[in-house]
């Protein structure tokens, strides 16, 4: 288990603001492209869920109670999505929690797959049906977890 915890919001906050969401200097190419992977998923997430906001925002005046169920829906993945960017950008500082993080959320996108698959999803696509996002998301993970990741992890940890 990680020994670098957050203590309080702000160390949960990336140093530096948002401003260095693209620099990477210092990460290993195994790092840089699970970094990537992450960010751009969660700001795929935020952007297609803006987007969505609006379809669900029309749906209340033909569907309430569909509507309803939707938007609740809508900001957990709202949620989740611009936590993965925070998680991948603290998992850029060398925060082993945020690495940790990340990997539970590609684990649950596999359960929500699987759930959605076995649920009449068929070609997996929909709610909790996204196959392909859990595939993105185990590939982020496995480059994370790789030896010359780990190394750089213990590194960052021996200088902090």
Excluded: C
């Amino acid at each position: 288990m990680p020994t670098d915890g957050p203590r309080n919001f702000n160390d949960v906050m990336p140093q530096g603001g948002f401003s260095g969401m693209f620099k990477t200097q210092g990460l290993p190419t195994e790092l840089k492209v699970s970094y990537f992977i992450w960010v751009i998923s969660g700001l795929l997430g935020l952007l297609f869920g803006l987007i969505a906001f609006f379809a669900v925002i029309a749906a209340f005046a033909f569907a309430p109670g569909f509507a309803a169920i939707a938007l609740i829906l809508l900001l957990l993945t709202l949620a989740v999505s611009a936590a993965q960017v925070v998680l991948a950008m603290k998992m850029k500082e060398g925060k082993e929690w945020a690495r940790l993080a990340l990997t539970i959320l590609a684990g649950i996108s596999l359960l929500l797959a699987i759930f959605g698959a076995a649920s009449g999803g068929g070609s997996g696509m929909g709610l909790g049906g996204n196959w392909f996002g859990f595939l993105v998301s185990a590939v982020a993970v496995v480059l994370m977890w790789l030896p010359n990741s780990q190394l750089w992890f213990k590194a960052v940890k021996g200088h902090a």
